[in-house]
């Protein structure tokens, strides 16, 4: 795939710089993080040792200390312009940031000419890491699911295919095989991200109950969903703590989120029902057995897609930082989205047929908090295929 994404550039002119910082690219499984690293590295023209932990068996500290020493050599036969280190999935191995600041901090008193790549799917992990051990030595380029500007430019894709079959690349040349695209999303994105980057190396006491809520999540995604009704409907003696727990944890690995209220007041936004949101379309399509054809002609549920992957789009902007993401209800009266960036304050809702010709929670919540902008995607407003096309700070922002 000769495609590159935009982050290709910013690594590229990160790692031409002289000052000298660990660069983590972190984001969800099949994103395309190992072939932005390889499309940089050759690009760059520098000896690369490259090596991934992702495996079955964890591997111990030891097999970092190993990767790195095997890497300065490589560094030394290059001389001045030095070498690069890519460690693949560096979240496995335990202890992993203690060993890479002491291997870090070696390489800067002797001046080596290394700069090195860390690559990781679970984003909290890798977070947790960082801020324990490596405060001030690192940089994150975050890699989120593929956007629809990216997937037409690359593959081809109309909206139609966007909202069905989501953004991975890796299963887009699959779309014309559907079951055989479907077991792909099942098997080697679901199952492997809940499997290898929440089960393996997080405390689960509940494994069946965090599959559940998956399953759940997918179902229900666009959702205002209690927890009280999530444990009925899951037929699960639990509590909400566990639920939130390992919600965080599926958004963690780039899979589902539950989006807070906006309250004005964290304390307040943290204590809400969540609205369920996947992070990906195909995560919803993958679960539900229908065809596109099927899909398209059942408004209900294209309407439930066209919002899923409009809050899939938002979503994947504030896993990146970009803005803050929640959604509104009091009473009767809903905004599907409310997104905050800096101080500006944003209202969306989204129609997939004809708006009414008033928006009553657009209203109540304009009147309650005064946002910048109030933006309705659909009906006889933004063109959903446009508001996708577009960064979501074009429209917060801009």
Known sequence: ??????????????????????????GPRQVGKATLVQQVVEAAELPVRSASADE????????????????????????????VLVLDEIQKIPGWSESVKRLWDEDTRARRPL???????????????????????????????????EMRAAFGFSLDQYLFYGGY??????????????????DSLIETSISRDVLLLTRVDKPALLRRLFELACRYSGQVLSYTKMLGQLHEAGNATTLAHYLDLLGGAGLV????????????????????????TALLIAQCGLTL???????EFWGRLVESAVGAHLANAAADGQCALHYWRERNQEVDFV??????????????????????????????FKPQRSLLVGGDGIEPGDFLSRPVLHWIAA
């Not at 690349?169 to 099942?186: H, V």
């Not at 309250?263 to 949101?277: E, F, I, M, T």
């Not at 009553?360 to 919540?365: Q, S």
Request: glycine fraction near 8%.
């Open 1 to 26: 795939m000769s495609y590159q994404r935009p982050q290709v550039a910013v690594l590229a002119e990160r790692l031409a710089e002289p000052r000298r910082h660990l660069h983590v690219v972190a």
């Open 56 to 83: 079955p068996t964890l591997r111990g500290p030891e097999w970092i200390e190993q990767q790195w020493q095997a890497a300065r050599l490589t560094a030394a036969d290059a001389g001045k312009p030095g070498a």
């Open 115 to 149: 700069k090195v790549v860390l690559l990781g799917s679970a984003r909290l992990l890798v977070a947790q890491g960082l801020t324990e051990s490596l405060a001030g030595r690192f940089e994150i380029l975050h890699l989120p699911h593929w956007s629809f500007s």
């Open 169 to 186: 690349p890796g299963a887009a040349p699959l779309i014309r095989q559907p079951q055989r695209w479907a077991r792909y999303i099942a």
């Open 257 to 280: 989120v539950g989006l807070q209220k906006y309250a004005g007041d964290v304390a307040r936004s943290r204590g809400s029902s969540p609205k369920l949101q996947v992070l990906n």
């Open 293 to 299: 054809a099927e899909a398209r002609s059942d408004g």
């Open 339 to 368: 997104v905050k960036a800096g101080r500006r304050l944003a209202a969306i809702e989204v129609k997939s047929g004809r708006a009414p010709q008033a928006h009553r929670g657009i209203a109540a919540f304009a009147a309650a």
